[in-house]
């Protein structure tokens, strides 16, 4: 069974960088996709961005591409959102997700993760 923790969020200025953490536990391999997905009240949940876990390859939404950087290091088991230049329709909570399958990175769908952290929150202020 897999498990996922994320840390790192917080409140921060309009203009800031933040880095979100999420720590895996129960990953048999390198064959997942694991990701970023962010939901704001009363919005659905949304793709951030998604790693091939077995060769690192990243897909990103419109709204996080050039902002945003998702990477992984696979000896500590943890996945990392690095964001930048947060503005404030960012605010949301940040929740890491894994599925079985490197290829799925690049649809990166809320609706073919498997398992689910339960999130960290982050406050954009003005």
């Known amino acids: 069974l897999v498990k996922l923790v994320e840390s790192g969020g917080g409140i921060v200025q309009a203009g800031a960088s933040l880095t979100l953490s999420c720590t895996a536990s129960?990953?048999?391999?390198?064959?997942?996709?694991l990701g970023w997905f962010r939901q704001a009240p009363t919005k659905e949940r949304e793709g951030v961005a998604c790693?091939?876990?077995?060769?690192?390859?990243?897909r990103y939404s419109d709204s996080a591409a050039g902002r945003f950087t998702i990477s992984g290091d696979k000896a500590k088991n943890t996945l990392y959102l690095q964001m930048n230049n947060l503005k404030l329709e960012d605010a949301a909570t940040y929740y890491c997700?894994?599925?079985?399958?490197?290829?799925?990175?690049?649809?990166?769908?809320?609706?073919?993760?498997?398992?689910w952290g339960e999130g960290t929150l982050v406050t954009i202020s003005s």
């Open positions: 997700a894994a599925t079985i399958g490197r290829g799925y990175y690049y649809t990166c769908g809320h609706w073919g993760m498997d398992y």
């Open positions: 129960g990953l048999l391999n390198d064959d997942y996709t």
């Open positions: 790693i091939n876990w077995d060769l690192n390859l990243t």
